[in-house]
């Protein structure tokens, strides 16, 4: 059932597309250009008709699952619904037509748009001003730390770390890295929460940010929020909020009150802009008062009912990416906000909580459960408790996929061994939910009957199994001159 | 679903959250029907002027093309764009196979080793190829040569300062040089001796980074062809709509020994136990959720459906669809350089150089310019003094071939009068 490559399909002589012709009286580019400026070569791209080329990707899109078709419980990544509206906005010539260097009095429609989203994520977590420039969630946490640095330089003071939970998501301290950190991890304590002794003892005046996701990574909510806020603000530093949990408490309780000073939020998590697959997404960031003077430019300002880009601010980290951001990720964000509206919002995240509790209950006795509920979201299982029979949580995940679930984030968070983290979202029903803890139960008897069947699965998928460490040995031999096959990319036959 | 959980109310679900965090309500205003929501987007969206395609002569790494009516077809299926990131290869074959084709795409036509699943813009696909030349070299500055786009050498010092990186600006790199970056054709659309470039950048043990268009690669020597060691740009013309600036997608190429310093999502050919051929996300050990502080990069999201929209259109047009029309492009904006070049007060602000299908022009008075032009409908072109302050009264002009012959002779007629 798999499909071969495009460029494994290429004819030679299929129907090219019919293309106008140049209709002026100009010289050609070999006439003018010097022959080393121009390719001798054509590149080997493939050469299909278009029925070809729309069956091949109808093909290809068979293969995936996804949440249109799919139950996508992945942790941490919030997968609801996207909605059909949303993809209807951003496509309104209004919208997708505009050049980015128009002048400012014929964008007015969207820089409006920009100014009322900046508004309503402003409501959402508390905070004073926000930047839409960030094309993703880890780029708004560069962002965000850099705005940190800024503000302690400015201060006269050279803070070189960031405090970062053992169980963090891998771009926190990727982020603080990047960003000329260095990173230093705080433990988490057998409650699941953050050690405030560890804390403590962490903190110092050269610490520059603590990065948290509240709820954290293992769906639980760090009680001890306001005292984690006071001992970070006590030396001086800054707390930063990890926007990724964001669609546990909309409309019951904000970031900005909890003392976050600044925040990333997914607008690819919980605004329902679609992933693609792997992006794009956009990863705004909320900055309290404190950091507002060193978010990126431009901002958007509304003066006399006139709505402008602000290049002119002093103390600005500068453009984080070009232009004003996923500006098309945004038009599909607001026109979710728009039609949920703050009811709707707030309804959205306690049915989340509601359903990862409700589903938490039901596989509490199918899998280990290391950590009290309630759960905010999500929550993380445990499947150490198949390891007798030799079933690790790699294996549920396959189980799952064969049974026409999407797996769980699996071995995340790294404190939990065999980790299963589950996000149901509001998306979800009851019998979807019950569908599949029943699927999980099906998987845990597979476990003690059959566990050789569940190590092969999945079956019936376009693929099974696929050997990754292969894969790798491969590369290493390509990147060693051992072997002429890529690996990472087809490889014409120029002979 | 509160009784199988075993409490009264949600309320019994918040109790982690302290009392004095609740907030009464959202401050927002309650919800709308799909059609009232669509109704008050839609008159935003009548609050911006799009202009016609074959009216907009404007670019400065955002342009209109022709966008092959399957490239929507196909990204807007749900199996795409509701998917994630292919954590699952089983149940994720058709996107990794998607990017597994792009990332052939990008190698073939940058005529490197090999390039990755894709990055967010051209702006911070410069920065990470930056960061490549960085840790590979041991150097510490990066020399810009030339006209870069002036906001990829801002983002790109926005990283730098990061690192530790400086950005410096010339054509003489020295023995502290990390690499030489620019941009062919360059921000205002002139040819750079990319080739001269690679060799002084070579010369000095540095790295050189050509910053380049995909469809002038049709016509244009590719990076691999002249040296270079890692190609990075912007693929909003392979089939993107401008929409303001983004999403558009970055790409990054490079020499087989640069692999393991790329950013970003890498996917490679495996097989399973029956030997069936599958695609997996590979090399994660340079990335940020298995390396963590040490990871090449922090990205995570890239722009995926935007590499697929990009796939689509580059299989559609083909070598040749992309060379015809790269070819048209070039015959059209010299045809127009040449008509505005005889108008009383305007001259080719380089003419000493070549370009492909964009060009700098000085005029009279800009601003006026591109009022009239406006008052035609017609897009004009992009004034770069705001960037430049040796560039004053000069616009830069750019066709494809969605600029059609009448389109120029309206352009030509508006500003004449």
Redo the contacts between chains.
């Keep these: 059932m ?2 071969p ?3 494994e399909k290429s004819r030679p002589n ?1 129907y ?2 019919r ?11 070999e006439e ?2 010097p022959r ?5 070569r ?7 008709s ?1 029925p070809e ?2 069956r ?15 139950f ?1 419980p ?1 942790g941490s ?1 919030t ?1 609801k619904y ?1 909605p059909v ?1 949303n ?17 400012e009095e ?5 820089l ?2 920009m100014w009322r989203l900046e508004q ?1 994520l402003c ?2 977590v508390g905070v004073d001003r926000v930047t839409l420039q960030p ?5 708004g ?2 962002t965000a730390l ?1 705005m940190i ?1 800024a503000f302690h330089r400015s201060r006269g003071e050279a803070r070189t770390e960031v405090l970062v939970p053992d169980s963090a ?3 926190n ?8 950190f260095q ?1 230093v991890e705080v433990a988490s304590a057998p409650n699941g929460r953050i050690s405030l002794a560890d804390l403590e003892s962490k903190l110092s005046s050269k610490v520059a940010a603590l990065m948290l996701t509240n709820p954290n990574t293992l769906g ?2 760090e ?1 001890d ?2 005292d984690i806020a006071e001992l970070v603000h006590n030396t001086g530093a800054m707390l930063y909020y990890d926007g990724a949990n964001l669609n546990a ?6 970031p900005g ?2 003392g976050f000073d600044a925040v990333h939020m ?1 607008l ?1 998590k919980t605004f329902t802009t ?9 990863g705004p960031v909320g900055v309290k008062a404190d950091l507002v003077p060193f978010l990126p430019t431009p901002t958007v300002e509304r003066m006399n009912g006139h709505l402008k880009l602000d290049f002119k601010r002093p103390q600005s ?13 945004l ?1 599909r964000a ?2 979710y ?10 309804q959205a995240s ?1 049915d989340a ?2 359903s990862a ?2 589903l938490r ?2 596989v509490e006795g199918l899998l280990d459960m290391p950590h009290e509920g ?1 759960c ?1 979201h999500e929550f993380v299982a445990s499947a150490r408790n198949l390891a007798p029979d030799g079933i690790k949580a790699l294996d549920v ?2 189980g799952l ?1 064969e049974r026409d679930f ?2 769980p ?1 699996i071995y ?1 968070p790294l404190v939990v061994p065999e980790a299963i983290m589950v996000e149901p979202t509001e998306t979800e029903s ?1 019998p979807t939910l019950d569908a599949f803890a029943a699927a999980i139960a099906d998987i845990v008897r597979e476990a003690k009957e059959e566990p050789e069947n569940l190590h ?1 699965a ?1 079956h019936g ?8 460490v ?3 040995r ?2 290493n031999a ?2 060693q001159g051992q072997s002429e096959d ?7 036959d120029r002979n | ?2 009784a ?4 009264d109310s ?1 309320e ?7 009392e ?4 009464p ?10 059609f009232e ?2 109704a ?12 016609a ?1 074959r009216l ?1 002569f ?1 670019g ?3 342009y ?1 093309r ?1 966008i ?1 009516a ?1 490239v ?3 990204t ?20 990794l ?5 792009f ?3 990008i ?3 940058t ?1 490197l ?3 990755n ?2 990055l ?5 696909a410069v920065a990470e190829a930056a960061m490549m030349a960085h840790v590979h070299t041991g150097r510490n500055e990066v020399l810009v040569a030339g006209y870069l ?1 002036p ?2 050498v ?2 790109l ?3 730098g ?4 990186i400086k950005v410096k600006k010339g054509f003489e790199p020295t023995a502290k040089t990390a690499a030489v970056v620019f941009q062919q054709p360059d921000f205002l659309g002139l ?1 750079v ?3 001269d470039l690679t060799r002084r950048a070579h010369d000095v043990g540095a790295l050189a980074i050509a910053c380049v268009d995909p469809i002038s ?6 990076p691999g ?2 040296g270079a060691d890692i190609a990075v740009g ?1 693929g909003q013309q392979l089939g993107l ?7 558009h ?1 970055g790409f990054v190429a490079c020499r ?2 640069l ?2 310093r790329l950013p970003g ?10 030997g ?5 996300l ?2 994660t050990a340079r ?9 090449t ?10 590499a ?1 929209a990009a ?2 259109y ?15 492009s ?3 904006a ?2 127009l350089a ?1 008509r505005l070049a005889r108008l009383p007060g305007w001259e080719l602000a380089f003419p000493d150089r ?1 370009f ?1 299908n964009e060009f700098p022009i000085r005029v009279p008075k800009a601003a006026v310019v ?1 009022r009239k032009l ?1 008052r035609k409908g017609i ?1 004009g072109g ?1 004034d770069v003094h705001r960037w430049f302050r040796e560039l004053n009264g000069v616009l830069t002009f750019t066709c494809t ?1 969605v600029n ?2 009448d389109a ?1 002779d309206e352009l030509v007629e508006a500003v004449s009068r």
């Design positions: 798999t499909e490559l495009s460029f299929a090219a597309p293309l106008p012709d140049a209709d002026v009286t100009a010289p050609a580019a003018l250009l080393e400026l121009l390719r001798s054509p590149p080997t791209l493939p050469r299909l278009e080329v729309m091949h990707y109808s093909k290809l899109a068979s293969m995936n699952y996804s949440i249109s078709e799919q996508y992945l990544c997968m996207n509206a993809e209807v906005a951003a496509a309104l010539p209004g919208f997708s037509a505009l050049h980015p260097y128009q002048e014929s964008v007015q429609g969207a409006e748009l309503a409501a959402v094309a993703a969630g880890a780029h946490e560069w850099r640095q998501h891998g771009t301290p990727a982020s603080a890295a990047l960003s000329g990173v639980l909510f009680r929020i306001l408490f909309m409309g019951v309780c904000r009150d909890m997914n690819h679609p992933h693609g697959g792997g992006g794009p997404g956009a980290i500068g453009r984080v990416r070009s232009f004003y951001g996923n500006f098309g990720m038009v607001y026109t906000i728009v039609a949920m509206g703050g009811d709707g919002l707030t306690l909580v509601l509790n409700y209950k039901r309630p905010m995940a396959k996929l999407y797996a984030t995340f009851k092969r999945p998928l376009a693929v099974g199994r696929l050997d990754e292969a894969t790798a491969r590369i390509y990147l890529p690996i990472l990319r087809w490889k014409p | 679903m509160l199988a959980i075993g409490v949600m019994g679900l918040l109790v982690d959250i302290p004095s965090l609740r907030i309500r959202l401050e927002l205003p309650n919800g709308l029907s799909e929501t669509m008050q987007i839609a008159s935003l969206a009548a609050r911006n002027r799009a202009y395609d907009t404007r400065g790494g955002v209109r022709f092959p399957a929507a077809a196909v807007s299926k749900p199996e795409f764009y509701t998917a994630y990131t292919p954590y699952q290869p089983e149940a994720s074959q058709g996107t196979q998607a990017i597994y084709e990332q052939t795409l190698a073939e036509l005529a080793d090999v390039a699943a894709s967010y813009d051209g702006a911070t786009h906001e990829y801002e983002v010092r926005g990283f300062e990061g690192r530790g040819l001796d990319a080739p690669l049709a016509i244009l020597a590719p062809q002249y912007e709509s401008p929409s303001y600036g983004g999403p997608v087989k020994d692999v393991r999502r890498l996917i490679g050919t495996s097989h399973d136990a029956e069936r051929r599958g695609f997996v590979t090399l990335e940020q959720h298995i390396r963590r502080e040490k990871a990069s922090n990205i995570c999201t890239n722009h995926s459906l935007c697929l796939s689509v580059m299989t559609y047009m083909g070598a040749e669809g992309m060379r015809h029309i790269a070819e048209v070039f015959k059209r010299h045809a040449d070549q492909l591109n406006a897009l992009l071939e059609d012959p120029l």
